[in-house]
């Protein structure tokens, strides 16, 4: 990744943040008060009534996150945040899936396991609170965790939770569910299976007319066909498209080994060229 990182002691209240502004979505459930995360409560409809072993029974069930955890901001090129997956997502019907792209079924115990563990962390907002005199580290990303548990969601923001360990920035319990999650997602990406849905989100950047070949070295390739023309808002350069079926089958017969270090380059019809990555949607998006 881009970028030196630098150490400063806690006291030095001007960090220097590089972040760039990208078309990420924004996680409305965590908010910042003084530089503190918070967690906040959402009902979100009738509690939980059935086991997750039973969910796949029920007709028309679309899965739905019992835990997120994501990575966000840090000192990345243009469309990495919007590119990014979460690190590991379970869903209330027992899989997990890390990074979108290996997914892995858990046994029932393991994700109430889960669950309460998170829920437990993440409704205490004492718990990402840093250690005064903590040092911090420049340009590093902030972790996520969202749960949802009872109908409620829990959400809280780290920055810089791995890079910090060391140091023990953070309370002990953030840790704890750090580790948790790490395992799951290590016997996820270690023991399961691909995850190959018929659905990808596709990153698109704007490169400055300035630069024909987009500093790549190779001319733009005509833009594939099949594939929608995003179209990034007024004064913005990043645009997101979510595609299905045909159309995510074509935008991965033109990419079909997507990877966040390297953005091929396509030429649109009206002559703009753009960066293109992609990455196979999560099952609640």
């Given at each position: 990744m881009?970028?030196?990182?630098?150490?400063?002691?806690?006291s030095?209240k001007?960090?220097?943040?590089?972040s760039?502004?990208v078309?990420?979505?924004a996680?409305g459930l965590t908010?910042?008060?003084?530089?503190?995360?918070?967690?906040?409560a959402e009902p979100?409809?009738?509690?939980?009534?059935?086991?997750?072993a039973?969910?796949?029974s029920?007709?028309g069930?679309?899965?739905?996150?019992v835990l997120?955890?994501?990575l966000?901001?840090g000192?990345?090129?243009?469309?990495?945040?919007a590119?990014?997956?979460?690190?590991?997502?379970?869903y209330?019907?027992?899989?997990?899936?890390?990074?979108a792209?290996?997914r892995?079924?858990v046994s029932p115990?393991?994700?109430?396991?889960l669950?309460n563990h998170a829920t437990?962390?993440l409704r205490?907002?004492?718990n990402a609170?840093?250690r005064?005199?903590?040092?911090?580290?420049?340009?590093?990303?902030?972790t996520?965790?969202?749960?949802r548990?009872?109908?409620?969601?829990?959400?809280?923001?780290?920055?810089?939770l791995e890079?910090t360990?060391?140091?023990?920035a953070y309370?002990?319990?953030?840790?704890?569910?750090?580790?948790h999650?790490t395992?799951l997602r290590?016997r996820?990406?270690g023991?399961?299976s691909?995850w190959r849905p018929?659905?990808?989100?596709?990153?698109a950047?704007?490169?400055d007319?300035?630069?024909p070949?987009g500093?790549?070295?190779t001319?733009p390739a005509?833009?594939?066909?099949?594939v929608p023309?995003p179209?990034?808002?007024?004064?913005e350069?990043?645009a997101r498209l979510?595609?299905?079926g045909?159309q995510a089958r074509?935008?991965?017969?033109a990419?079909p080994h997507?990877?966040?270090?390297?953005w091929?380059?396509?030429?649109a019809p009206?002559g703009?060229r753009m960066?293109?990555n992609?990455?196979?949607l999560?099952p609640?998006?």
């Amino acid at each position: 990744m881009p970028g030196n990182r630098t150490r400063r002691d806690g006291s030095d209240k001007t960090m220097n943040r590089r972040s760039l502004l990208v078309a990420a979505g924004a996680i409305g459930l965590t908010t910042a008060v003084g530089g503190t995360a918070v967690a906040l409560a959402e009902p979100e409809g009738a509690p939980e009534t059935t086991l997750e072993a039973a969910l796949e029974s029920v007709p028309g069930h679309r899965p739905r996150p019992v835990l997120l955890w994501e990575l966000t901001g840090g000192f990345v090129p243009a469309g990495w945040n919007a590119l990014r997956p979460a690190r590991l997502a379970a869903y209330d019907d027992g899989v997990l899936i890390a990074d979108a792209t290996r997914r892995l079924r858990v046994s029932p115990g393991t994700l109430r396991s889960l669950r309460n563990h998170a829920t437990t962390v993440l409704r205490d907002p004492a718990n990402a609170r840093r250690r005064p005199g903590a040092p911090v580290i420049a340009d590093v990303p902030s972790t996520v965790f969202t749960a949802r548990a009872a109908g409620r969601r829990h959400s809280l923001q780290f920055e810089g939770l791995e890079e910090t360990r060391q140091d023990r920035a953070y309370p002990t319990p953030a840790y704890s569910l750090l580790d948790h999650v790490t395992r799951l997602r290590d016997r996820t990406t270690g023991t399961g299976s691909a995850w190959r849905p018929d659905a990808v989100r596709m990153i698109a950047v704007v490169l400055d007319p300035a630069q024909p070949t987009g500093g790549t070295g190779t001319q733009p390739a005509p833009w594939p066909a099949g594939v929608p023309v995003p179209h990034p808002g007024k004064n913005e350069f990043v645009a997101r498209l979510d595609l299905r079926g045909r159309q995510a089958r074509a935008l991965i017969r033109a990419v079909p080994h997507p990877d966040p270090a390297q953005w091929p380059v396509f030429r649109a019809p009206d002559g703009t060229r753009m960066q293109v990555n992609w990455r196979f949607l999560l099952p609640h998006e």
